[in-house]
């Protein structure tokens, strides 16, 4: 698999990332397994672990402005 920007090579890491999932609702998930991309270092996710994302982020309180989750595979 490869950067879908500038076509490097993605490296597996694990890292946090902000979602914004409202107007006003920022989730970071902390320790997301992600793929970064090690020439311009844009990340991506893998199917399985966007799926995931999805489920933790529908279970989150959209009127919280900010939420910290930690992601558990
Ligand atoms: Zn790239």
Redesign the pocket.
């Known amino acids: 698999m ?9 490296e597996p890491r694990v890292t946090d990332l902000p979602f914004k999932i409202a107007e006003f609702s920022i989730v970071i998930l902390k320790a997301l397994p992600v793929l970064q ?6 990340t991506e996710l893998e199917h399985a672990t966007m799926q995931r994302v999805d489920q933790l982020l529908a279970g989150v309180d959209s009127q919280a402005e900010l939420e910290v989750i930690r992601y558990a595979a």
């Open positions: 490869n950067c879908r920007i500038c076509g490097g090579d993605l991309c090690t020439q311009c270092g844009d």
